[in-house]
């Protein structure tokens, strides 16, 4: 069973790179005049993961093997509440780079058991909430916009962490009403 599910995977994945570089051979074809933008981007942005994805797998397996299931479950699981958001706020919030690199930590966790509610507040705030990044903010908008805008994304972010959980929750129930 297993087996066939990363078959599966895989298969939805080369489907999707084909699409992507059929989009992209169509839009070059029609828009000649912006082909080399687009290789250039293209290009720039295979390099860019060629050099950081690596780095993130070795992350990955030394994050499954070091950080147990009971851990994540005890500190950002279900039950965890106000800590499990604290705490994925911060976890969010610390790194630097690409969000590309937060979709594979974020799979690693609900794997552990983490909840929806706190890998949403873990991808939002990597998104939108940096340290370096308000420390910038302060120096052009100001510290009293910077406080603003960072409590009004704590807030919205909470909440949509919180009505997402509920969503994927009452889809899961209502799925198994069917299969039962």
Not at 70 to 79: A, N, P, R
């Amino acid at each position: 069973m297993k087996k066939q599910q990363n078959q599966k995977f895989n298969y939805k994945s080369i489907i999707f790179l084909g699409i992507l570089s059929i989009v992209t051979l169509i839009v070059i074809k029609f828009s000649p005049n912006n082909s080399q933008k687009i290789i250039n981007t293209s290009l720039e942005y295979f390099i860019q993961m060629a050099t950081i994805f690596p780095a993130v797998l070795i992350l990955m397996g030394l994050f499954s093997v070091w950080v147990s299931k009971d851990f994540v479950m005890q500190h950002l699981g279900h039950q965890s509440g106000i800590k499990g958001i604290i705490i994925a706020f911060i976890l969010g919030a610390l790194p630097t780079g690409p969000m590309f690199i937060a979709f594979p930590m974020a799979q690693g966790l609900i794997k552990k058991g983490a909840s929806i509610t706190n890998i949403v507040i873990f991808l939002s705030a990597w998104a939108c909430i940096k340290l370096p990044q308000e420390l910038v903010e302060i120096q052009f908008l100001g510290i009293k916009f910077m406080l603003l805008r960072l409590s009004m994304s704590i807030i919205f972010i909470t909440i949509m962490g919180i009505i997402i959980n509920k969503l994927v929750d009452s889809k899961k129930t209502t799925n198994n009403q069917f299969k039962n």
